[in-house]
């Protein structure tokens, strides 16, 4: 990935522990690496085709002079969420904060932090069997939408399906969508279940009827298991009504666990259920 660089952007702020760093403030050298591609900008010697970079410097001098915090990881931390929220060309960002006269009482250089944050791509699983199916899909995606730190990419149709409970209920409406994100899996979920409670989502009988379904189906290429989350999803390979949404958004994803794309995964369950509509 291509970079433009910010180094040591000198700037006045007054974060620290200290009550003396808050009313006295010191000098802050703030340094970024901003990812993108520059193709396009180079090809066409277009600014619309970058990023800015005294525009970043500036929102950089914002956040510091405008804000007070305790800790520099606060600092960080908001100066990357700004800066990857400047510009839907950018990538991720990597973010340093030098404080060269932290109140060490050692002879030092400067203290500091870096972190590194960056837009990460999520496959979702949408489903309702109650009420009116679709509004509370599309409410849920327009929802997400309309969250800062999510941007919805694609979505699938959404198809009739066969609940797969014996539990007495009505045919479902399913789909996928493709979103990136700022939330961490478990934010993300949480985001999730925000969406669930707005359609008044009863979680009463496992695998019984419900408003709106909203489950994690792929983050990046992670693996993750926890008390709370699963991911993979670990039933979504035995599911034709979240791989058959999903191949119309993403066929060439690839499982990082069995190491087959969605496609693939589709063509196996068919092979050995076959009375699946895929």
Same mark, same amino acid.
């Given at each position: 990935?291509?970079?433009?660089?910010?180094?040591?952007?000198?700037?006045?702020?007054?974060?620290?522990?200290?009550?003396?760093?808050?009313?006295?403030?010191?000098?802050?050298? #703030?340094?970024? *690496?901003?990812?993108?591609?520059?193709?396009?900008?180079?090809?066409?010697?277009?600014? *619309?085709?970058?990023? +800015?970079?005294?525009?970043?410097?500036?929102?950089?001098?914002?956040?510091? !002079? @405008?804000?007070?915090?305790?800790?520099?990881?606060?600092?960080?931390?908001?100066?990357?969420?700004?800066?990857?929220?400047?510009?839907?060309?950018?990538?991720?960002?990597?973010?340093?904060?030098?404080? /060269?006269?932290?109140?060490?009482?050692?002879?030092?250089?400067?203290?500091?932090? *870096?972190?590194?944050?960056?837009?990460?791509?999520?496959?979702?699983?949408?489903?309702?069997?109650?009420?009116?199916?679709?509004?509370?899909?599309?409410?849920?995606?327009?929802?997400?939408?309309?969250? !800062?730190?999510?941007?919805?990419?694609?979505?699938?149709?959404?198809?009739?399906?066969?609940?797969?409970?014996? #539990? /007495? @209920?009505?045919?479902?409406?399913?789909?996928?969508?493709?979103?990136?994100?700022?939330?961490?899996?478990?934010?993300?979920?949480?985001?999730? +279940?925000?969406?669930?409670?707005?359609?008044?989502?009863?979680?009463?009988?496992?695998?019984g009827p419900r408003t709106l379904d909203l489950d994690i189906i792929f983050y990046e290429d992670e693996i993750i298991q926890t008390d709370r989350l699963t991911v993979p999803h670990p039933?979504?390979?035995?599911?034709?009504?979240?791989?058959?949404?999903?191949?119309? #958004?993403?066929?060439?994803?690839?499982? $990082?666990?069995?190491?087959?794309?969605?496609? !693939?995964?589709? !063509?196996?369950?068919?092979?050995?259920? $076959?009375?699946?509509?895929?």
């Open positions: 990935m291509d970079k433009i660089f910010i180094d040591k952007l000198q700037v006045f702020g007054r974060h620290g522990v200290l009550s003396e760093e808050n009313s006295l403030g010191q000098m802050f050298y #703030i340094s970024a *690496e901003i990812r993108l591609s520059l193709k396009n900008a180079g090809t066409s010697d277009a600014l *619309e085709n970058t990023v +800015n970079y005294s525009e970043c410097c500036h929102l950089i001098k914002d956040i510091c !002079e @405008q804000n007070t915090f305790k800790l520099i990881e606060t600092l960080a931390e908001k100066t990357a969420d700004a800066l990857l929220k400047f510009s839907p060309l950018i990538r991720s960002v990597r973010v340093r904060i030098d404080k /060269p006269s932290a109140p060490i009482g050692l002879p030092l250089e400067s203290v500091g932090a *870096e972190i590194e944050r960056a837009w990460k791509t999520a496959y979702i699983a949408l489903g309702s069997n109650m009420g009116d199916k679709r509004k509370y899909i599309e409410d849920a995606v327009k929802a997400i939408d309309a969250d !800062e730190n999510c941007r919805v990419l694609r979505v699938s149709d959404l198809i009739v399906t066969t609940p797969v409970s014996d #539990i /007495p @209920q009505d045919d479902y409406l399913n789909g996928c969508m493709a979103a990136e994100t700022l939330y961490t899996p478990i934010e993300l979920l949480d985001r999730l +279940n925000v969406e669930e409670a707005a359609a008044d989502r009863k979680r009463t009988v496992k695998w039933l979504m390979h035995k599911r034709g009504f979240v791989l058959d949404p999903l191949m119309q #958004i993403a066929p060439y994803k690839k499982h $990082p666990v069995f190491g087959k794309t969605v496609s !693939e995964l589709a !063509e196996d369950l068919k092979k050995t259920s $076959p009375e699946i509509n895929l």
